[in-house]
C-alpha cells in the first residue's frame, strides 16, 4: 500500500518569512495529493490540491509542487501570519475504487509574531 | 463541496459501555470514512463504509469492536464497543464528496473513564 513520510515534524517561523512541508510517496501510481490544515480542536481542513498531471499549483500564498519522478510534493507558503500557525498534513491517494487517503504523519507549525 | 455533521462532539463514557457516533451528509455521498485521531498525532483509518455493503476495517481495527452501519448514502454510524481507557480519542468522519474531494466532520472527543 501507499506510505507517505512527512518532514518536518515541528517548524517555527518568523511572522513574513517562508515556510515549506515536504512530503514523499511510495506509490508511483498516486495521482492526487491533498493538504490539509488542523488547528488546535478542529477537524482538518482542505487548503490546496494538486493532481498528477501538473506540477504546481497557487493559491494567493499557499502553493504546492509535485516531482512526480522523485515521488515528493511540497507544501511553500509565503508572508506567513500568526494565523497560519497549525498542523498540516500531506496526503496522497490513487484513483481506484475503494480507494482511501494516507496521510503523512503532520507537520505542527508555528508562526512567531 | 459537502457539510458534514458529526454528533456527538464529546463525551465522557464508563469503560465497558458503548458509544456510536453518527456522521450525517448534506449530499448523497457513495464512500465515507471513520478515523481515530490521538492528540497530536496524525489520522489513523479504522475503516471504509460504502453503502449496501459491509464496511472493510484496517489491520488492527475489528468488526466487533467497531461495528459500522451505512443505511443510506447520506448517513454513518460508528459504535465503539466495550470501551476500556485505551479507547480514549477523537473520532472523525469523512466522506468522498466530488472529485478527489474529501471533506471531514467536527470530530467526537471521547474519554473512557
Known amino acids: 500500500g501507499e506510505n507517505v513520510e512527512q518532514h518536518p515534524s515541528t517548524l517555527s517561523v518568523q511572522e513574513g518569512d517562508s515556510a515549506v512541508i515536504k512530503c514523499t510517496y511510495s506509490d508511483s501510481a498516486s495521482n492526487y495529493f491533498p493538504w490539509y490544515k488542523q488547528e488546535l480542536g478542529k477537524r482538518p481542513q482542505l487548503i490546496i490540491d494538486?493532481?498528477?498531471?501538473?506540477g504546481e499549483k497557487k493559491d494567493q500564498r499557499i502553493a504546492v509542487t509535485l516531482n512526480k519522478t522523485a515521488k515528493h510534493f511540497s507544501l511553500h507558503i509565503t508572508e506567513t501570519q500568526p494565523e497560519d500557525s497549525a498542523v498540516y498534513f500531506c496526503?496522497?491517494?490513487?484513483?481506484?475504487?475503494?480507494?482511501?487517503?494516507?496521510f503523512g504523519e503532520g507537520t505542527q507549525l508555528t508562526v512567531n509574531p | 463541496s459537502a457539510v458534514i455533521s458529526q454528533k456527538p462532539s464529546r463525551d465522557i463514557c464508563q469503560r465497558g459501555t458503548s458509544l456510536t457516533i453518527q456522521c450525517q451528509v448534506d449530499s448523497q455521498v457513495t464512500m465515507m470514512f471513520w478515523y481515530r485521531q490521538q492528540p497530536g498525532q496524525s489520522l489513523t483509518l479504522i475503516a471504509t463504509?460504502?453503502?449496501?455493503?459491509?464496511?472493510?476495517?484496517e489491520s488492527g481495527f475489528v468488526i466487533d469492536k467497531f461495528p459500522i452501519s451505512r443505511p443510506n448514502l447520506t448517513f454513518s454510524t460508528l459504535t465503539v464497543s466495550n470501551m476500556s481507557p485505551e479507547d480514549s480519542s477523537i473520532y472523525l468522519c469523512?466522506?468522498?464528496?466530488?472529485?478527489?474531494?474529501?471533506?471531514f466532520g467536527s470530530g467526537t472527543r471521547l474519554t473512557v473513564v
Open positions: 463504509a460504502n453503502q449496501g455493503s459491509e464496511a472493510t476495517y
Open positions: 494538486i493532481r498528477s498531471n501538473v
Open positions: 469523512s466522506a468522498a464528496t466530488g472529485v478527489y474531494g474529501y471533506t
Open positions: 496526503a496522497a491517494i490513487r484513483e481506484t475504487s475503494g480507494s482511501r487517503l494516507t
